[in-house]
């Protein structure tokens, strides 16, 4: 076994052990704050083309280059959620000094971010993301 490493390095592709050493599948994604160093926890494939996983840093015990081990056994890690894409937020702000014009400016912009990046809840990874994140895992970036 390898030296440990930060939660920041960890790839898609890497290996993930429940705590009897079963393999239980591969890093699809890290989820976190990295400019605030906060480790959130991971989506975990444990298929090639399957939903992943979601395991929270909690369940995280060491972390080493190419390798993630966890405190869940093979039986706890396959009944885990299933892991949920972020849901997405849009926020406009106004100027600080509108006129007649201005505000009808800022009112087309608030129409237009919410025709061309609508606010969406959690959701599924779907089936295209899902070959997305696997020729991600198989063969980098």
């Given at each position: 076994?390898g030296d440990p490493v930060s ?111 609508p606010v969406e809840g959690q ?19």
């Open positions: 076994m939660w920041l390095m960890i790839r898609p592709g890497w290996k993930v052990y429940a705590s009897d050493g079963t393999e239980v599948g591969e890093v699809d994604e890290v989820t976190g704050d990295d400019n605030a160093d906060i480790f959130d926890g991971l989506a975990v494939a444990a298929s090639a083309l399957g939903k992943p996983k979601y395991v929270p840093a909690e369940q995280v015990t060491t972390i080493t280059e190419g390798r993630i081990d966890l405190s869940l056994t093979a039986a706890d890690f396959a009944g885990t959620s299933a892991f949920l894409e972020p849901a997405t937020s849009a926020e406009i702000e106004p100027d600080d000094h509108r006129g007649v014009g201005e505000t009808i400016g800022a009112d087309v912009r608030e129409l237009e971010g919410k025709a061309i990046h959701q599924p990874v779907g089936i295209v993301r899902r070959f997305h994140l696997f020729f991600r895992r198989k063969f980098g970036s």
